[in-house]
């Protein structure tokens, strides 16, 4: 195995320049030549499940002294059941379209000069994540698949595990033909600084962290930023719910897994149903160990703990759940777009109007009806995972997969025209989009 990550006296500029280089490279890939690699990478990880569990056991060990919560250190252990599902994952991506090189648009400006939009990879990525050791197989391999370039800065309790998984990554990859440089793995806190100032060589930053995090990389670089802080996500029961379904939904939106971003935190449940609906909540969630929190209406019904207004706006990542009773649809709303992260949020309804309403007016990157937030996740959606979940509203929203990655370029194929043919009636402007099988 390849142990040394970064060359003695490498700086962090010089593994961005080596990014650089080698996205040239990687965009004239071929989808084979890539897909070999993904492949290579999979076996990869098979060969050294062994040794990649023997790091995480060490980065297991030192969480466990440093007291870790247990559901992230949930995250961060390396199993062969979690090996066994990158594998597939790997597999998976590799049986995946083609992202580049897709014509997107095909219009004739005039006879024999035809414009053509062309998706293209955007180029080198930096990207910081959290301490789950399978974040940094996803981010590689779909960074790779794209044909970008990546810097990669996993959370300190991963460590051991990410220089690991990356050695293993590397190898592979290089061995199946992709250039060095592809990847680089960052280390500390200061190479994350350093990454900060290379807007010349790092064309985007994926942060995934907190809400203070994301602020901070956002408001100390030029690079543009893709991303998401809190995944402060809501579950609204209507007044027309199935209360069956209602329930069983709610508890799979919280208690599938606690800290994940597209959890649901708080629970919104009209008050016409509230008597009615509550109890046969509780009694699920509480069964299921998870410490309800609610207002006045709420705890009048099931005898919860108090919830404050510091709770709207707290993301648990744990087995805890705000509960807060509005009048309708509109004051749920009115409260997801306030008190929300933009992130992902539900409605349990059987009435038309009030699931239009919602969906026009949750001001989030997934709207979801009669079904659990947890889907909000690039592998959930056929994206072959996911480098993050995007908040902002450019470029890619959502889980960004494949095609978030991917930007475009524009193609002219002409036979020497000139924009002064143009203007002196040599050539006619036609702007006619071209069918499919046309030059």
Not at 38 to 51: N, P
Not at 72 to 79: A, G, I, T
Not at 261 to 283: G, K, M, S, Y
Request: with cysteine.
């Amino acid at each position: 195995m390849n142990d040394q990550i970064r060359p003695e006296g490498m700086t962090v500029a010089q593994i961005a320049r080596e990014a650089r280089e080698a996205s040239r490279e990687l965009t004239a890939l071929s989808l084979e030549q890539r897909n070999k690699a993904l492949y290579a990478m999979a076996a990869a990880l098979d060969e050294k499940r062994e040794t990649l569990i023997a790091a995480n056991a060490r980065d297991m060990e030192a969480a466990r002294a440093g007291q870790l919560d247990a559901p992230l250190l949930s995250r961060l252990e390396l199993n062969h059941r979690k090996i066994d599902q990158l594998i597939d994952g790997l597999r998976s991506l590799a049986g995946l379209p083609d992202p580049l090189n897709r014509t997107l648009l095909a219009r004739e400006l005039t006879p024999g000069l035809n414009l053509y939009r062309i998706s293209c990879p955007i180029g080198v990525l930096g990207v910081v994540f959290e301490s789950r050791p399978d974040a940094l197989v996803q981010i590689a391999s779909l960074a790779l698949k794209s044909g970008n370039a990546v810097l990669l800065k996993g959370g300190r309790e991963a460590e051991k595990s990410n220089a690991a998984l990356f050695s293993a990554l590397d190898e592979a990859a290089q061995g199946a033909g992709i250039p060095a440089g592809w990847a680089g793995l960052l280390r500390t806190r200061e190479d994350v600084n350093a990454m900060l100032s290379l807007e010349e060589d790092i064309d985007l930053l994926i942060p995934r962290g907190s809400n203070a995090f994301v602020r901070y990389i956002m408001e100390h670089t030029h690079i543009p930023v893709m991303g998401h802080a809190d995944g402060l996500c809501h579950t609204y029961v209507d007044a027309t719910a199935d209360l069956e379904m209602a329930v069983r939904v709610t508890v799979d939106a919280k208690t599938q897994a606690y800290a994940v971003c597209n959890a649901t935190e708080t629970l919104l449940v009209d008050r016409r149903i509230a008597a009615r609906f509550l109890p046969l909540a509780a009694q699920a969630l509480t069964a299921k160990g998870v410490r309800l929190l609610g207002d006045e209406t709420a705890r009048s019904i099931i005898g919860c703990e108090p919830a404050t207004e510091q709770d709207w706006e707290t993301e648990y990542l744990a087995p805890v759940l705000s509960i807060k009773t509005v009048s309708g649809v509109e004051e749920a709303v009115a409260h997801i777009n306030r008190y929300g992260s933009h992130h992902t949020d539900a409605i349990i309804t059987r009435d038309e109007a009030n699931r239009q309403y919602f969906i026009s007016h949750v001001d989030s990157a997934g709207v979801y009806v009669n079904c659990s937030t947890r889907f909000a996740d690039g592998y959930r959606y056929g994206f072959g995972a996911e480098v993050g979940i995007s908040t902002s509203r450019l470029h890619a929203r959502g889980p960004v997969g494949l095609e978030g990655l991917c930007t475009y370029k524009y193609v002219l194929l002409g036979s020497g025209q000139t924009v002064a043919g143009t203007l002196d009636g040599t050539y006619t402007y036609t702007h006619r989009d071209l069918k499919d099988g046309e030059a």
